[in-house]
């Protein structure tokens, strides 16, 4: 018994030290309070194997103004967003996985504001999405590589189709339709960079000028007819943009915890 004891009494020590330094010096476990089981088995030079139980009232507490479950790059968004931008001080990630780990590495990581309707709520929330997006990128020096390269569609039809889905999604807020038709007179085509999103154009570029599309993009079908270039599109690196989130939602006061909330 009295092995056990020195045992609980060790265990209760490291706890209280623990709980020292998350209070400010003061214990949040009473020692009278913990519960003490020993079965005769296996403990080293004793003879004896001990369970410590601890009554849920005795464990330390930890205080937090939010709790997220899970630090996938949603968690991890909502960590940043509350303790970067609104100012939360004591934002909690509990996660049982390494973060990012679970599907967020797994991402094609594009975006876009190319969509159909009915309705513009799919295009206003990009816009906005691409945005904070950008807004992240110019604070931070775009560590996570965000390009504006854009989405390319391509027809070998007549290309009206194509034609009626751009000029849907920029009534929906995707941005103006040019179209490039070979004429003198027409807009002039502003090519994608490989990097970077600044002095990029946003809507959405008709090309149905053949030897314009085989110029800009050689890798196309010869049959091709019709290419429309949607401008505020791309690509970013989802791991490097958690990780960032992740950095600047630490440095203002978000604590990562191992665990699994059951």
Request: proline share 6%; with cysteine; charged share 20%.
């Amino acid at each position: 018994a009295s092995v056990v004891q020195r045992t609980a009494d060790f265990i209760f020590n490291v706890y209280s030290s623990r709980c020292s330094r998350l209070h400010a010096g003061k214990p949040a476990l009473a020692k009278s309070s913990l519960p003490v089981i020993a079965w005769r088995s296996f403990l080293p030079n004793t003879g004896y194997r001990c369970s410590i139980i601890f009554h849920p009232a005795t464990v330390a507490v930890m205080r937090a103004d939010a709790v997220i479950c899970g630090a996938g790059i949603a968690g991890i968004a909502a960590a940043y967003h509350l303790s970067v931008r609104h100012g939360l001080k004591r934002v909690t990630l509990i996660d049982e996985r390494p973060p990012l780990s679970l599907t967020s590495d797994k991402s094609t990581e594009c975006y876009r504001n190319w969509w159909p309707g009915p309705g513009d709520a799919m295009v206003a929330l990009a816009n906005r999405s691409i945005d904070l997006l950008e807004e992240l990128a110019r604070e931070t020096g775009n560590p996570f590589h965000m390009n504006r390269r854009g989405y390319l569609f391509a027809s070998a039809g007549d290309g009206q189709s194509l034609a009626d889905v751009a000029i849907e999604a920029s009534s929906l807020g995707a941005g103006p339709v040019r179209f490039h038709d070979g004429s003198t007179n027409g807009p002039d085509y502003i090519p994608h960079k490989a990097d970077g999103f600044a002095d990029q154009p946003d809507g959405i570029d008709m090309i149905r000028d053949r030897d314009l599309s085989r110029r800009r993009f050689p890798y196309l079908s010869p049959d091709t007819s019709t290419v429309a270039h949607a401008r505020r599109c791309g690509w970013l690196s989802a791991q490097q943009l958690g990780m960032t989130l992740l950095d600047q939602a630490r440095q203002n006061g978000t604590q990562l915890l191992n665990g699994k909330v059951t």
